[in-house]
C-alpha cells in the first residue's frame, strides 16, 4: 500500500475511535454513569406504533414509587429534541418518557391522526371572530388544512374542532394521551405525582393531554411550556383545568403565534388580556419572572423570559433551570442536586463531536476506494484555466445565482410546505416538500441558463463543453459522461452507506443517532426507505446542478493551486454561491429581530412567510458548509462534480426523511 493509502487508512482509523469514544461519553451522560436506565420502547395501538425513549433512574422501584414527566417534541423533530429535560430530570429521580409523536421519529403514524377541519383562525382561540376575518373557512390540500390547523386542539369547543364536511381534530396529542397513560401505569411511578412538558408543537400536545385528564386521580400537577400558545378561557369547557402553568417565552421566537401574534415580545404584550387571563392578575401588576397564584391548588403561573430563540429554547440552560424549580415545587425532585448544575450540553458536543467524526472519514476512505481498480479511473485534470469565467462576467453569474437563490427561498418552501399540488400519498414529507418546491424552482433555472449558453455556443459555432462545467471528461467533453455519472454514484453510496452504518451501529449500542441538539441522521422505517427514494432524484439533480455551478463554471485560481490557503479560498467561494443567497435572507431575519423592530419575513412579506422555514435557517446554513466542504474536496480530487454532489444530495435527503415530519 502506497504511504498516501497508509496515511489514509490511519486517519480513517483515529477518527472512527473517536467517534465511537464519544459516543460512550456521550452515553454515559444520558445514563448518569448507571444510575438511570435508558431504553427504547413501543406502544401498540389501532392506528400503528408509539415509540418512545424511556429514562428510568435506578432508584425508581415499586417499593419507591418516583414522579415522573412525558416530554413531547416540536415539528420536525424527535423524542432525543427533549434529552435535556430528560437527562436532567432522570438524574434527579425522575421518571421520564420521552415521545415521537404522530409522524416524527420512529413513530409509524402519520401526521394526519391528529386531524384537520376547514377552519382557520388568524389569532389566539377565543379572540377570534368572523367580523374581523380572523374566523374563516378555508380549502385547499389536506396538509395546508392540517398545518393551518397545529394550535386548534381536541378538547376545544365544536366551533374549532368539527366542519361541515365531517372532518374533526381528533387528537391534538400527537398520541401524547395515550402515552401518558402507560406512563402513568408503570408500576415503578407515582401516578400522584405526575407533569407534562413539551415545546412548540409539543405544547399544544401538553395543553392536551392535560386537558384530557383534568379532574382525574392522574391529572398533571404541573405543565411545562417551552414556547407554547396561550388561548382564551372561552375556546374551551370551563370545567377543564390546567394545574400550575409555567410559560417559558422566547424573546426572538420566529413563530407568530407563540408572540400573540405581534412583532415583538415585550411588555405591551406581557400586558394583553390574553397574558393577564393566564396569569390571573390585572396589567398594573404582570410581570415576567414573577410567579403568580398558588401551588397549593393549581394556581401558579409563571411567564419566564428567555433571552433566546425558537429553536434554542430546548437547552437553554436558564430556561431548564426553571423548569425544574417548577417540577421541585409541584411533583417533587427525590434526588437534590443544584437546579442549575446542568450536564446535558456535554452530551450534544460528545454527540456533535461523533458526527462530525464519521462524517470526516468519508474523506480518508475516499482516499482509500480510489486507489482500487474499480475507482482508479475517477480521478481527473482540472479543465484547462482558459474555460474559467473570469471578471465582471464571474461576479455577475455570482451574484445572480445567490440572490436567486436566496429571494426564492422563503417563498418556494413554504408554497411547497403547503400548497404545492403534488400527490399526498406519495410525497409525504411536509417540510421536504418545502424544499423540493424550491429546489424545482432552481433546476428550471439552472436547465434555462444550460440551454441559453448551449444556444449562445450553437450561434458562435462552438460545440458547449460539459468537462469544463465538472459534468464530462476530457475526453467527452462536448456530452454529459454518463459513465463517470455512475462510477461516481457508487462512490457516494458506498461513503454515505459507511455514514449510515455507523449511525446504524450507535442507535443498537448507545440509544443514540449522529446530531446536535435536532435530528440529523436517523435509522430509516420501512415508510421513510420508501420516502427517501421518492425525493432523492429531486435533491440529486438539484446538488449536481448548483455544484456544476458553484465548482464548475465559477471556478477561481485557488482551484489549481494545492495548500490550505487556497483550499480556504475555494470552500469559501463555494459557500458563498451556494449559500449566499439564503445567508443574506437569514441577516435580513435577525438583524431588525433583534434590533427590537420585528422579524424580517414578517415585516416584509407578512407572517405567513416566516416560521418554520426562518427558524430552520440555523439549522440548514451549517448543513450547507459541509456540502459546499464536500462538494470543494471532493472536486479538487476528482475533476468533475458527481461525487460531491451526490454525497451531498444523499445527506441531504436523508435528514429530510429521516426523522422529520411525515404526513
Known amino acids: 500500500m502506497k504511504k498516501k493509502g497508509k496515511n489514509a487508512l490511519w486517519l480513517l482509523i483515529v477518527l472512527l475511535l473517536i467517534s465511537a469514544g464519544c459516543m460512550f461519553g456521550a452515553d454515559r451522560i444520558q445514563r448518569s454513569n448507571g444510575a438511570v436506565e435508558v431504553s427504547e420502547e413501543t406502544i401498540e395501538t389501532d392506528l400503528g406504533t408509539l415509540h418512545y425513549k424511556l429514562y428510568r433512574p435506578k432508584t425508581a422501584t415499586e417499593g419507591t414509587p418516583a414522579p415522573a414527566v412525558l416530554l413531547l417534541h416540536g415539528y420536525q423533530n424527535d423524542h432525543e429534541t427533549c434529552d435535556a429535560y430528560a437527562i436532567e430530570l432522570s438524574r434527579r429521580g425522575v421518571v421520564v418518557m420521552a415521545l415521537d409523536e404522530y409522524g416524527h421519529g420512529a413513530t409509524d403514524i402519520g401526521l394526519f391522526e391528529r386531524g384537520y377541519v376547514n377552519i382557520k383562525v388568524g389569532t389566539n382561540f377565543g379572540n377570534d371572530s368572523e367580523a374581523d376575518g380572523t ?17 386548534n386542539l381536541s378538547f376545544f369547543l365544536d366551533k374549532y374542532t368539527k366542519d361541515s364536511e365531517g ?15 402507560v406512563l402513568a401505569d408503570l408500576p415503578y ?53 390546567f394545574n400550575n402553568v409555567l410559560l417559558l417565552q422566547a424573546k426572538y421566537d420566529e413563530f407568530s403565534y407563540f408572540r400573540d401574534y405581534q412583532l415583538m415580545v415585550n411588555d405591551e404584550l406581557l400586558k394583553s388580556d390574553l397574558r393577564t387571563e393566564f396569569l390571573g392578575t390585572d396589567a398594573d401588576h404582570a410581570a415576567w419572572n414573577t410567579t403568580f397564584g398558588s401551588f397549593a391548588d393549581g394556581s401558579a403561573r409563571r ?97 445572480v445565482t445567490m440572490l436567486l437563490a436566496g429571494a426564492s427561498f422563503p417563498f ?9 399540488p403534488v400527490p399526498e400519498n406519495i410525497f409525504r414529507m411536509t417540510i421536504g416538500t418545502g424544499f423540493l418546491s424550491w429546489y424545482g424552482l432552481l433546476i428550471i433555472i439552472m436547465i434555462v441558463m444550460i440551454l441559453l449558453a448551449k444556444r449562445k455556443a450553437r450561434k458562435e459555432h462552438r460545440r458547449y463543453d460539459w468537462y469544463a462545467q465538472g459534468l464530462s471528461s476530457p475526453g467527452r467533453r462536448n456530452q454529459i459522461d454518463f459513465g463517470l455519472f455512475g462510477r461516481s454514484l457508487l462512490l457516494a453510496l458506498i461513503l454515505c452507506t459507511y455514514v449510515y452504518l455507523f449511525n446504524w451501529l450507535y442507535v443498537k449500542l448507545f440509544d443514540l443517532d449522529l446530531r446536535f441538539v435536532w435530528p440529523f441522521f436517523r435509522p430509516f422505517n420501512s415508510d421513510r426507505a420508501i420516502q427517501f427514494l421518492v425525493y432523492i432524484l429531486f435533491f440529486l439533480l438539484f446538488f449536481t446542478l448548483s455544484h456544476s455551478k458553484a465548482l464548475g463554471t465559477l471556478r477561481i485560481k485557488a482551484s489549481y493551486n494545492k495548500g490550505p490557503v487556497s483550499f480556504l479560498l475555494d470552500w469559501l467561494k463555494t459557500f458563498f454561491v451556494t449559500a449566499g443567497g439564503v445567508v443574506l435572507i437569514t441577516l435580513l431575519e435577525y438583524i431588525p429581530f433583534f434590533a427590537g423592530i420585528g422579524p424580517g419575513a414578517d415585516l416584509l412579506f ?58
Not at 372532518?167 to 397513560?181: E, M, R
Not at 392536551?208 to 386521580?217: L, N
Not at 413554504?414 to 404545492?420: E, I, K, T, V
Open 412 to 420: 418556494m418552501t413554504q408554497l411547497g410546505h403547503a400548497l404545492l
Open 606 to 663: 407578512g407572517s405567513t412567510f416566516g416560521g418554520p422555514f426562518m427558524s430552520i435557517l440555523i439549522l440548514f446554513l451549517p448543513q450547507v458548509l459541509f456540502y459546499s466542504l464536500v462538494g470543494t474536496i471532493c472536486y479538487r480530487r476528482t475533476g468533475s462534480v458527481y461525487t460531491g454532489a451526490a454525497i451531498a444530495a444523499i445527506l441531504a435527503c436523508w435528514i429530510v426523511t429521516g426523522g422529520s415530519s411525515i404526513l
Open 189 to 241: 411511578v407515582d401516578s400522584s405525582r405526575l407533569a407534562v412538558s413539551g415545546h412548540s408543537m409539543g405544547t399544544w400536545s401538553s395543553w392536551s393531554v392535560a386537558a384530557a385528564y383534568s379532574g382525574t386521580p392522574i391529572a398533571p400537577q404541573a405543565i411545562v411550556l417551552q414556547c407554547g400558545e396561550l388561548f382564551r378561557k372561552s375556546a374551551y369547557d370551563p370545567s377543564i383545568t
Open 167 to 181: 372532518n374533526t381534530i381528533k387528537d391534538s396529542s400527537c398520541g401524547g394521551v395515550l402515552a401518558y397513560q
Open 135 to 151: 374566523y374563516k373557512t378555508i380549502g385547499g390540500t389536506r396538509r395546508y388544512r392540517l398545518l393551518m390547523n397545529f394550535s
Open 303 to 399: 411567564m419566564q423570559l428567555l433571552n433566546t430563540n425558537h429553536r434554542l429554547t430546548t437547552h437553554h440552560q436558564g430556561g431548564l433551570a426553571t423548569a425544574l424549580d417548577w417540577f421541585a415545587e409541584t411533583i417533587g425532585l427525590p434526588q437534590d442536586i443544584v437546579h442549575n448544575e446542568l450536564i446535558f450540553n456535554y452530551k450534544e458536543l460528545l454527540v456533535l463531536a461523533a458526527m462530525l467524526s464519521v462524517l470526516m472519514g468519508m474523506f480518508p476512505l475516499m482516499e482509500l476506494l480510489l486507489n482500487t481498480p474499480l475507482f482508479a479511473s475517477l480521478p481527473q485534470a482540472l479543465p484547462e484555466k482558459y474555460t474559467m469565467t473570469k471578471g465582471r462576467k464571474w461576479l455577475g453569474s455570482a451574484v
